[in-house]
């Protein structure tokens, strides 16, 4: 399966902005789907992750209440509704396929990461 990210851009404190992954070679059905982010001069870290059937989510603790990560099987697409951003939310974001959930550190598949900006 591959994965490209889109959606990125610039955005404001307190604004909002939607990324998407859309997959193709595979259906995403079988994976578990998950984002993760990588601020400059950080390591990539986990921001949230969904199972296979949309039955279960999870996410870091500092975007909990404000981020929602969603999937469609059918449009073989996920994505990640990101509330209320702060600063410290600046990252390249990276849709990952994993064959397990919760997902691990090294997922089967990373796609291309798309920048997101908050600006204060």
């Known amino acids: 399966v591959q994965l490209q990210a889109s959606g990125g851009g610039l955005a404001q404190a307190g604004g909002s902005l939607r990324i998407s992954c859309a997959a193709s070679?595979?259906?995403?059905?079988?994976?578990?789907m998950g984002w993760f982010r990588q601020a400059p001069g950080k390591e990539r870290e986990f921001v949230a992750g969904?199972?296979?059937?949309?039955?279960?989510?999870y996410y870091r603790g500092s975007v909990k209440g404000r981020f929602t990560i969603s999937r469609d099987n059918a449009k073989n697409t996920v994505w990640l509704e990101m509330n209320n951003l702060r600063p410290e939310d600046t990252a390249i974001y990276y849709c990952?396929?994993?064959?397990?959930?919760?997902?691990?550190?090294?997922?089967?598949?990373w796609g291309q990461g798309t920048l997101v900006t908050v600006s204060s």
């Open positions: 990952a396929a994993d064959t397990v959930y919760p997902l691990t550190t090294a997922p089967l598949r």
């Open positions: 070679g595979r259906t995403i059905s079988n994976y578990a």
């Open positions: 969904i199972n296979e059937n949309s039955s279960r989510n």
